[in-house]
């Protein structure tokens, strides 16, 4: 079975800071690892993805992750962080099969705090 | 990237009514739909996977009965909360995964709150 675990549900930085979001996953097979952002009363919005091609993926609004198949991780990371990053976000895996589409499996999310 | 809309973005209905919930793809054709719960300050909940043309596929402990899905068309997916009480109050989300993504990607509706009142 495939899982995901989002480390710390709270993350407070200061506006300028480093960002740094932790996801580990565990899957029997190769994942599709995603970050997602929310916004309060509002869908989600895709930051990134990895599908097994490179292992640094560069996303949206200047954030990046780079998956590292020994430490089952998924970090999202920012290195300066701005106001409007103030929002929910969330890890989630997927399987790798073709032809299907994405039922995605959730981390409990993370809400990002900035503080000026 | 693609669109998925979903309608109405707030409902509020009395105790015993139902209440339909829309997802569309604007810009593609969706075989498959995902329908979410997400209780406040929690993850989304895989409540159930639509299939164009046949019926959805529930997952274990979502009543069937009270969440009525239907894929009529490759746009459309309906999630009707039937008998509604309060305690069915959350956000309600859809996803679907364009092809021309090689199905590597999700994208998601805006959500719809739901209270019973």
């Known amino acids: 079975a495939q899982s995901v675990t989002q480390l710390g549900s709270h993350v407070s930085v200061s506006e300028g800071a480093l960002v740094l979001l932790r996801c580990n996953y565990s899957?029997?097979?190769?994942?599709?690892l995603f970050w997602y952002v929310q916004y309060p009363n509002q869908g989600l919005q895709l930051l990134l993805k990895?599908?097994?091609?490179?292992?640094l993926v560069k996303g949206i609004n200047g954030f990046e992750a780079e998956f590292k198949k020994s430490e089952t991780s998924f970090h999202l990371t920012k290195p300066s962080a701005h106001m409007s990053d103030a929002a929910e976000y969330f890890c989630a895996v997927s399987f790798s099969s073709s032809g299907s589409a994405r039922q995605l499996t959730f981390g409990s999310g993370t809400q990002l705090t900035v503080l000026p | 990237g693609a669109v998925v809309s979903q309608h109405p973005s707030r409902v509020i209905c009395k105790s015993g009514t139902s209440v339909k919930i829309e997802c569309r793809s604007l810009?593609?054709?969706?075989?498959?739909m995902f329908w979410y719960r997400q209780f406040p300050k929690q993850s989304l909940m895989l409540m159930a996977t639509s299939n164009e043309g046949s019926k959805a596929t529930y997952e274990q402990g979502v009543e069937k009965d009270k969440f009525l899905i239907n894929h009529a068309s490759l746009t459309l997916s309906t999630l009707t909360v039937t008998s509604a009480h309060p305690e069915d109050s959350s956000f309600y989300i859809c996803s679907a995964s364009p092809p021309r993504t090689g199905n590597t990607e999700a994208f998601f509706g805006q959500g719809t709150r739901l209270t019973v009142v």
């Open positions: 990895y599908t097994s091609a490179a292992t």
């Open positions: 899957s029997s097979v190769p994942p599709y």
């Open positions: 810009d593609f054709q969706a075989t498959t």
